[in-house]
C-alpha cells in the first residue's frame, strides 16, 4: 500500500506539521495501526478508508499518534483531504466519519483546503498551581477546551513570551488530557497574523506540535471574542512554523490551510 508524508498547514515542504497518511480498503486491527503510527512517528499519521456510498461520509478516517489513537487532528485531516483530491480519488468536498463527528474538506480556488470543525467550549478556570513553573512564563488566565480537544488553553502576555518558551514538557501532563495551548496576541498585526500559539502534548507523545488544528478551533472563538472578527489568522510559533486561517461560525470553526507532499512510498510491513 502506499503511504505518503505530507507537510499540512504550509505552502512549502519541510515546514507546517508533517502527518502519514495512508488509504486502506478497511481498517485493519488497532495494534498494527499504533504500530504503523509509531514507525512513522510524526505527531499523526491518518488512516482512512472508502465507505459506501449514500452514507453521511464518503471516507472514514481516523488518527493516531506514536502512542496513542486521539479525538480529532486538523493537520492529519487536511493532509488526507489533499491525498485524495491531488491523487484524483476524489473530487470536491469530502465528508470524513470520526470519533468527533462528521468533518468536511472542501477544496478551494486557490489551492488550500478548508476543515469544517466543531468549535470547541471554553470554560475558564482557575490557573492551576504549578504551571506557571511548569510553562516557564505567567498565564493572564487559563480556559478549558473540552473533550474533542482536551487541553488547558493559557494565555500569555504577548508574542514575545509565547516564542521563548522552554517548557517542562513532563511536568506539562499533570494539568489536562492532552497538553497545553499556549497562545498571546500578535505584537504586529501588518506581519500578516492575529495571533500566537505554540502547543505541547506530552501525554501524547509530542513534546511540542508544530501546527495544530484542533487547537485553532479553541483559539478562534478565543481571539475572535477579543479582537471583535469572525475572520483571523493565527501563526503557530513552533520551529517548524506554520499558519492557519481561521472562520468562527458559531458552533463550527472554519480552519484553512496548504498541504504538500514530500514523502510518497510503499509501506510493506
Not at 468536498?93 to 476543515?115: H, I, K, M, Q, Y
Not at 500569555?156 to 517542562?168: H, I, S, Y
Not at 509530542?206 to 488544528?213: A, F, K, M, R
Not at 517548524?240 to 512510498?265: H, Y
Amino acid at each position: 500500500m502506499r503511504i505518503r508524508i505530507v507537510d499540512a498547514f504550509t505552502d512549502r515542504p519541510f515546514a507546517g506539521n508533517p502527518a502519514g497518511v495512508l488509504l486502506l480498503d478497511a481498517f485493519p486491527e488497532d495494534d498494527w495501526l499504533q504500530k504503523v503510527a509509531m514507525e512513522v512517528n510524526h505527531a499523526e499519521t491518518a488512516f482512512a478508508h472508502r465507505l459506501d456510498e449514500g452514507g453521511e461520509a464518503d471516507w472514514a478516517l481516523r488518527w493516531f499518534t506514536p502512542v496513542a489513537e486521539v479525538a480529532m487532528c486538523g493537520h492529519a485531516t487536511l493532509a488526507t483531504a489533499h491525498v485524495l483530491h491531488s491523487t484524483g480519488v476524489h473530487e470536491g468536498p469530502v465528508r470524513f466519519a470520526t470519533r468527533s463527528g462528521v468533518l468536511v474538506a472542501t477544496p478551494r480556488e486557490d489551492g488550500s483546503l478548508t476543515l469544517d470543525f466543531p468549535t470547541a467550549p471554553l470554560t475558564p478556570v482557575e490557573v492551576p498551581d504549578g504551571v506557571a513553573q511548569a510553562l516557564g512564563a505567567e498565564p493572564l488566565a487559563a480556559f478549558d477546551t473540552g473533550p474533542n480537544v482536551g487541553d488547558l488553553l493559557i494565555e500569555l502576555a504577548d508574542e514575545k513570551t509565547v516564542r521563548a518558551l522552554t517548557p517542562d514538557h513532563k511536568a506539562l501532563g499533570a494539568y489536562s488530557e492532552r497538553g497545553i495551548i499556549a497562545t498571546a496576541r500578535a505584537d504586529d498585526p501588518t506581519r500578516g497574523h492575529d495571533f500566537v500559539s505554540r502547543c505541547f502534548f506530552p501525554n501524547v507523545g509530542i513534546d511540542e506540535d508544530p501546527v495544530t488544528g484542533s487547537a485553532h478551533t479553541a483559539l478562534a472563538p478565543f481571539w475572535s471574542e477579543r479582537l471583535g472578527r469572525a475572520e483571523l489568522t493565527g501563526l503557530q510559533a513552533s520551529p517548524r512554523s506554520g499558519s492557519v486561517r481561521t472562520e468562527l461560525r458559531g458552533d463550527r470553526t472554519l480552519l484553512s490551510g496548504s498541504a504538500v507532499t514530500v514523502i510518497e512510498g510503499e509501506l510493506i510491513a
